[in-house]
């Protein structure tokens, strides 16, 4: 059965670094999303992606984060100075015709 | 803010038992509901999606709609240990395709 697949599983970085979270949707699917879960708090939408651009963002994805499709496959997750308060767990998502939308592992980000 | 609102539980059920989760949530303009189950570490998976008002059956479990009181629940049948996990309310609007989730309701199913 198809899934979404995510890298790494873990990213330890240190404040002001940039991470690139990376992610490869299930093939034929045309939606790409992005989400985070702060540990013990509730999942949070990112960014939505469609026909190679972003077609929804919360107040959360500000100017340090970014996306890009860089080829057919995959999906990125740009994260440009990271703060403490960006470690969470990172989830990729993607759907096709529908709404229904199935989720990669995750990447577990630790900003120290 | 629009808010899903789920009891964070837990829930305890006997194994064979039937568990009801329930979902309220405030966007009217909210179109398609889902219930995800997240074990605990692991990423969300697609339980049921529902659309419409009504019930869903997917095997042992059920989903019921009721738009007008912005409620959603989800029936598990002959519940198992392997049930054991946290369960997420989600929907979409109309605006987009982006899901806005619950916290969620931890079930435990007791052998």
């Known amino acids: 059965e198809p899934e979404v697949t995510q890298t790494p599983s873990h990213q330890v970085t240190q404040m002001g670094q940039e991470v690139i979270l990376r992610c490869v949707p299930i093939?034929?699917?045309?939606?790409f999303y992005w989400y985070r879960q702060i540990l013990g708090q509730k999942v949070e939408f990112l960014v939505s992606f469609y026909n190679n651009e972003i077609s929804e963002k919360s107040e959360i994805f500000d100017d340090q984060f970014s996306v890009e499709r860089p080829d057919g496959s995959n999906f990125t997750l740009k994260i440009r100075s990271t703060k403490l308060e960006d470690s969470a767990m990172y989830f990729c998502a993607s759907s096709g015709q529908v709404d229904e939308q199935y989720f990669g592992p995750g990447t577990r980000l630790t900003v120290t | 803010q629009k808010e899903v609102e789920q009891n964070s539980g837990p829930l305890s059920v006997p194994e064979g038992a039937i568990a009801s989760l329930n979902c309220t949530y405030s966007d009217r303009g909210s179109q398609s509901f889902f219930w995800y189950r997240q074990y605990s570490g692991k990423s969300p998976e697609l339980i049921m999606s529902i659309y419409s008002n009504g019930d869903k059956e997917d095997g042992r479990f059920t989903a019921q709609l009721n738009k007008a009181s912005q409620y959603v629940s989800l029936l598990i049948r002959d519940s198992q240990p392997s049930d054991s996990a946290t369960y997420l309310c989600a929907h979409s609007s109309n605006s987009g395709y982006a899901l806005n989730f619950g916290k969620g309701t931890s079930l435990l199913v007791t052998p």
């Open positions: 093939s034929n699917h045309l939606y």
